[in-house]
């Protein structure tokens, strides 16, 4: 018996545990066919793969994928991204992040979080280079002048930012219209895509550390060039289970973030994922995240009918990244502060007749042992539901007090960064646990 929690923090009992889609497997050799239809697969189900030459007919295991998963591995996207330009790029961002931190400090936050991260005293493995959007030329140039970046590396990162905006644009609309939603009306072309470039500084000691935490990616879609030679990313599959993310050569990996289960009303999955130091070598990933409308992102009208109510009240990126910030749920929990209403009130009667139930059925003795185990269960996890409930709902009653007070939110937000330099990294002397990263 599995307890399996729900994207909408709900959690339903499994009698057998829930197998993943099968559509999906890889061949165990390589992906050198770069397809999924090979007949020779390994039985083991694992992240899907979307073939971007395929269309339409993958759009049932897009959908599939977004639905499940939250995430694919694309495969055959090089006529718009090539992997030259994807080797060149990562030359590029591995010579940016070694440059001096006095020049990387340079770049400074449009948004929390969307500039230079410097490596802290409480995570002294982990920093990063950001643009506040790569759709913008204008930012993407004042990028490049602030690191003094060379014709060739600038050349580099505008080409680089405009093959991933038209990925942008062909998956989104893609996943829009698999869901019976007409992609002209979304506006996509509009919305910012942040991008950072993450640098991990991991050692013999650090081995076994968290790189990055637990967290879901708080725009719409990530796409992520993820270091081809160090693994250590991991996502969570469909039993929610951590599952690394093997270095596949010429794959990128697209999540979807929590802005994609808002608008989609809770249809598309927000993957939980992380990054773990596996190996001493340093780790270098390009991460770009569409983070979805500029102005109220809200469930589009074609995903709500009686069957689907509507799950989350309106809201603006903005609004939704400063409460991740203050509240602290970056793993995604922060989206249950955006339930409507009537949901909110479901979530409870539910609770109610759960607790009812078992004190009922367990008083009157007229179950079994193991029906009273299940119900004690339950009982367990009500509260333990209810408790997590009770913490947002009071994380959001601060959350409205700071906002009122926003400009000094946004100073709070901004943290302090202690930059220290690179010899004085103490790893593996003291926890240097986690700090929550401002992560898109
Ligand atoms: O470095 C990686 O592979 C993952 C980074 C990530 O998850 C993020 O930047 O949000
Ligand atoms: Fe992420």
């Not at 060379?150 to 991933?164: D, G, K, N, W």
């Not at 270098?284 to 009240?313: K, Q």
Request: charged letters at 20%.
């Amino acid at each position: 018996m599995l307890l399996h929690k729900t994207r909408h923090n709900s959690i339903v009992i499994q009698l057998s545990p829930p197998c993943p889609p099968r559509l999906y497997k890889q061949t165990t050799h390589s992906l050198a066919l770069h397809t999924n239809k090979n007949s020779n697969m390994a039985t083991k189900c694992t992240i899907p793969i979307i073939d971007f030459l395929d269309f339409p007919n993958q759009t049932s295991n897009l959908i599939a994928a977004s639905v499940e998963w939250g995430c694919f591995r694309l495969i055959n996207f090089h006529n718009i991204l090539p992997a030259t330009l994807m080797s060149d790029m990562k030359a590029v961002v591995r010579s940016l992040l070694d440059l001096p931190v006095e020049i990387k400090q340079r770049n400074i936050d449009v948004i929390a979080g969307s500039g230079y991260m410097a490596p802290t005293s409480i995570n002294p493995l982990y920093e990063a280079l950001g643009v506040y959007d790569i759709a913008s030329s204008a930012d993407v140039d004042k990028f490049c002048s602030q690191l003094d970046a060379s014709p060739h590396q600038r050349e580099t990162i505008m080409r680089y930012a405009e093959a991933v905006h038209v990925l942008f644009m062909r998956i989104g609309k893609k996943l829009a219209e698999s869901l019976g939603v007409k992609s002209e009306s979304i506006g996509i072309e509009n919305w910012p895509c942040l991008f950072r470039i993450n640098k991990y500084n991991f050692t013999p000691q650090s081995v076994g550390s968290p790189g990055v935490q637990i967290h879901t990616d708080s725009g719409f879609l990530t796409i992520l060039q993820y270091d081809e030679g160090v693994g250590g990313l991991e996502v969570m599959d469909t039993s929610d289970q951590f599952i690394p993310v093997e270095p596949w050569p010429d794959t990128l990996l697209v999540n979807l973030g929590d802005m994609a289960t808002v608008w989609s009303n809770g249809r598309l999955r927000n993957v939980k994922h992380r990054v773990q130091c596996k190996e001493a070598k340093i780790r270098v990933s390009i991460a770009s995240f569409l983070l979805g409308p500029r102005e109220t992102v809200e469930p589009r009208p074609e995903l709500v009918d009686d069957d689907h109510p509507r799950w989350y009240v309106p809201t603006t990126y903005e609004d939704y990244r400063k409460m991740r910030l203050s509240t602290e749920l970056q793993a995604g929990e922060a989206l249950a502060l955006l339930h409507t209403p009537t949901n909110v009130r479901k979530l409870w009667s539910l609770n109610y007749v759960t607790v009812m139930l078992t004190l009922n059925i367990g008083n009157e003795r007229i179950c079994n042992g193991s029906c009273l185990l299940l119900l004690n269960l339950c009982l367990l996890v009500t509260v333990i539901k209810v408790k997590m409930l009770e913490t947002n709902l009071s994380k959001m009653i601060t959350f409205q007090n700071v906002m009122e007070v926003s400009k000094a939110e946004d100073a709070k937000a901004r943290k302090e960064k202690d930059v220290i330099p690179a010899e004085e990294y103490k790893m593996g002397t003291k926890d240097y646990d986690l700090e929550v990263l401002e992560m898109a």
